[in-house]
């Protein structure tokens, strides 16, 4: 079963696409001021805001009918987990749809590490469609990273297990995107074959 798509509402085409794009920006103001302190974890150190705005686009472009509350969910997708911003103030300012899926895809970073990383394998199974929509595209940016941008202090071990367990959390999630989940296999193939001939290079 697919993401639903667009709502189809009466008026002129012009008035519900600036809604959109309305309501769009305002997930991605409101993100960009939440992450305005945080950079990525590779020595490019990137700011945060470009890892969201990239997994709404990933769902944009392999599922371009999309509704609009899982691409700002996707832009939303950790302001919960790293900003401390609640479901209720989501909610508020946008909508509890989007709200919801936020949360769905937040962990509870009170748990250890290891056992936040086991739930997401334990939930995925039972996340909704949107929410297992955004944790996929979320993998694919993720992994992709591994390649790009490869986070400081990992060695190619801990990357090679980060990939195993991403394709793990995203096994149930396959469902809701050949398209995002054609590109997860590729990019997790070519971060394997380049890791794996980086630790037999290490290994002469």
Request: with cysteine.
């Amino acid at each position: 079963m697919k993401p639903r798509k667009s709502r189809g509402t009466l008026g002129n085409p012009f008035t519900i696409i600036s809604r959109f794009m309305q309501l769009l920006l305002k997930s991605v103001d409101f993100a960009a001021r939440a992450h305005r302190d945080q950079r990525r974890k590779g020595a490019a150190q990137e700011p945060y805001i470009n890892h969201p705005i990239e997994v709404s686009r990933l769902i944009v472009e392999c599922e371009p009918g999309t509704d609009e509350d899982i691409l700002c969910a996707a832009v939303l997708h950790d302001v919960i987990e790293d900003c401390g911003a609640t479901r209720d103030e989501i909610a508020a300012c946008f909508n509890d749809i989007i709200a919801d899926i936020v949360l769905e895809v937040s962990d509870d970073k009170a748990l250890p590490r290891d056992e936040r990383k086991a739930k997401q394998i334990e939930t995925a199974p039972s996340l909704t469609n949107g929410a297992k929509l955004v944790r996929l595209a979320d993998k694919v940016a993720n992994v992709g990273a591994m390649l790009t941008d490869t986070p400081v202090g990992w060695d190619e071990r801990q990357i090679l297990a980060y990939v195993d367990w991403a394709e793990a959390v995203i096994a149930p999630c396959r469902e809701v995107s050949e398209g995002l989940s054609e590109r997860f296999d590729a990019i997790a193939r070519d971060v394997r074959i380049f890791h794996q001939n980086e630790l037999k290079e290490a290994g002469k």
